[in-house]
């Protein structure tokens, strides 16, 4: 049976049980990275299944059901001890995919309406990068790498379009407040651009569907009130954005934001 060279898969997971490979993206954290290929050995077509190396910095990869980790030695798999996973953590470093370089992409990728109230916010708070200009404070604040691209941290916050060049860095809203059987969810759509900007149409988004009460207070004050304060709202969706994951692995994932019944 042929296949499509270089195909890829997010991640895998065995089941000796059925002894079959069920194909299952979040099965694995961080998910596997596994390239499927053709090849002839001995003159017959074969599938040549490749799997990457886990990055040493999320070692141990785990189970995502249980969160279990597992070693394989002689003829079995056999989960790792606690002494184990202490020596993957101590040999991980500190995570730089911040400052991982966008290839192609050069300071005419930054939104200058968003450089400036940057600028105008470093200046109010009376920070030391405000003595800084032009290209100087784009690479003291890691914007510019040391080859004149943008990070990925610097693109994403102050790009024109980050999702040119990292198209999975997104934010995926949705809504399941529907009480129709035939739907599995509403108002769903894609928020794209910097981070400032996709925070703010989140916000935005937000304000429309999540649900509002009329409420009488003590005083005799009526009011509509939204059933989540829409000040935490904001601090959970901007720490996801902000501190989401910018490793290699990660730009399948979406940040996802799902309003549903049970309040999640």
């Given at each position: ?94 995570p730089r995919a911040d400052r991982l370089a966008v290839p ?161």
């Amino acid at each position: 049976m042929k296949r499509k060279a270089s195909r890829q898969w997010d991640s895998v997971i065995y089941r000796p049980s059925s002894s079959r490979w069920v194909r299952r993206p979040e099965a694995l954290a961080p998910p596997v990275q596994l390239s499927i290929s053709d090849a002839t050995v001995g003159g017959e077509a074969v599938i040549v299944a490749e799997v990457a190396q886990c990055d040493p910095t999320l070692k141990p990869c785990r189970l995502t059901p249980n969160g279990k980790a597992f070693v394989r030695s002689y003829d079995g798999d056999f989960e790792i001890s606690e002494q184990e996973v202490q020596g993957f953590l101590v040999s991980r470093g500190t995570p730089r995919a911040d400052r991982l370089a966008v290839p192609g992409t050069t300071t005419a990728d930054l939104d200058m309406e968003v450089v400036e109230a940057w600028r105008q916010v470093l200046r109010a708070n009376h920070d030391p990068l405000s003595k800084f200009e032009g290209d100087e404070l784009f690479r003291r604040s890691g914007i510019v790498g040391p080859q004149g691209e943008l990070t990925r941290a610097g693109l994403l916050t102050l790009g024109l379009y980050p999702q040119q060049h990292l198209p999975r860095f997104t934010l995926h809203v949705t809504s399941r407040l529907t009480t129709a059987d035939n739907q599995r969810a509403v108002n769903t759509k894609f928020i794209n651009g910097p981070i400032p900007t996709m925070l703010g149409d989140a916000m935005e988004w937000l304000q429309v569907n999540v649900p509002t009460s009329i409420v009488t207070h003590p005083d005799g004050t009526v009011r509509d009130e939204y059933a989540f304060p829409m000040e935490a709202l904001r601090e959970l969706v901007a720490n996801a954005l902000v501190h989401r994951d910018l490793a290699t692995w990660s730009e399948s994932l979406a940040v996802e934001l799902c309003a549903d019944p049970r309040g999640s």
